[in-house]
């Protein structure tokens, strides 16, 4: 027999998130054809998790430095790569147990973080 408290858990599992990191780039040679970069910003993420035994948010801040290359191909299409690492200087989890009224809040030390990201674009 199948245990469909399993595939129940499995269904009502509702988990969303999202991260931003703006950054100032310097570019290292004239933006023609193929240029290194190296950027510096800040970083958010929150996370979010709930099904029918508890609900856990997390929400990070930190900083980021980035390095990589942008090219130009046909004077408009651009690809552009970069991998960053940084601190996390903020970084809380909010745990709600929905079955025992038990809240916890904990707040991490400093730990690294880190992105990769490529990128495709047009330029108008």
């Keep these: ?3 469909n408290n ?11 998130g999202f991260s931003v990191a703006p950054s100032f780039r310097i570019y290292f040679k004239e933006p023609r054809k193929f240029n290194w970069f190296l950027g510096i910003g800040v970083y958010y993420g929150q996370s979010y998790i709930k099904n029918i035994f508890y609900t ?3 929400r990070t801040i930190g900083n980021m430095v980035n390095f990589g290359f ?6 408009r299409v651009t690809i552009s790569l970069d991998i ?3 601190l996390a200087f903020y970084n809380k989890i909010d745990f709600n147990d929905i079955s025992n009224p038990l ?6 030390k400093v730990q690294s973080i880190g992105s990769l990201n490529f990128q495709l674009g047009y330029n108008f």
């Design 6 to 16: 399993y595939y129940y858990f499995n269904e009502s599992t509702e988990e969303n």
């Design 103 to 108: 809240n916890s809040s904990s707040t991490k």
């Design 70 to 75: 942008k090219a130009t191909v046909k004077n």
């Design 84 to 86: 960053g690492t940084g």
């Design 1 to 3: 027999a199948l245990n």
């Design 56 to 58: 856990h948010e997390e």
